[in-house]
């Protein structure tokens, strides 16, 4: 049988970080990964509620969490920054007031900071995003996957590969498709490798999109 691993967690403490920083003891542990799920959750709900521009793009690459005592600091980085509402720090005002909200914590103060991705099409999440988007359009799926590699291409990257899994074209019986541009060394744990796993929800059913991105490294 295949042992798979996520490429994210088997470089934890080499080339990838973590996405969230705290300490708890073990018996509040599992709170404290339910509140980072809320944060999660609440940005990028209203980040799709008050979306600007038509092309349906969350555009969020990441959202790293540290929390202490008396404070929550929540960094996004953000592919397209013009996606928040307009008048930017009012709409991270309400953000901010949002998320508080779902929290319910009276102790601690949350402090939300925006950071600009440069090249937004050298994030598996944000080309993830582009793919879904495509597919519920009702591109084909290849056709979806090449422009992804195009995309890619132009932010410097050493490879890249898409794999879609599920019943792509309606087809009735589920099958696996994938494509790669360049080296992808997954077993090389010294290779800066990024990934992230998606899933969008199409007329046909439910479709896995996985993408992996060298971005640096032997």
């Known amino acids: 049988m295949g042992q798979k691993i996520n490429p994210l967690g088997f470089r934890l403490g080499t080339t990838q970080n973590h996405h969230s920083f705290w ?49 929550i600091q929540v960094v996004i980085h953000i592919g397209f920054p013009n996606l928040l509402i307009e008048g930017r720090r009012r709409g991270i005002e309400e953000l901010q007031t949002n998320v508080q909200k779902e929290l319910n914590s009276v102790n601690r103060r949350l402090n939300i900071a925006i950071t600009r991705v440069e090249k937004p099409y050298g994030q598996p999440n944000i080309l993830a995003e582009y793919i879904a988007l495509q597919l519920k359009n009702r591109v084909s799926f290849r056709k979806a996957m090449k422009k992804a590699i195009e995309l890619t291409e132009q932010t410097d ?23 790669r541009e360049g080296r ?21 059913g439910v479709l896995g999109i996985k993408i992996w991105i060298f971005v640096d490294g032997k």
């Open 157 to 179: 990257t050493k490879g890249i590969q898409v794999q879609i899994a599920g019943r792509i074209d309606g087809k009735e019986i589920a099958r696996v498709e994938w494509i």
């Open 23 to 71: 300490f708890a003891q073990p018996k509040s542990f599992s709170i404290g990964l339910q509140e980072d799920e809320k944060i999660r959750d609440c940005i990028k709900n209203y980040v799709q509620k008050n979306m600007r521009i038509s092309s349906g793009f969350e555009g969020i690459a990441r959202i790293e969490i540290q929390k202490r005592i008396d404070l």
């Open 184 to 204: 992808v060394p997954l077993q090389t744990i010294r290779a800066k490798i990024d990934y992230c796993s998606y899933t969008v929800r199409t007329i046909y």
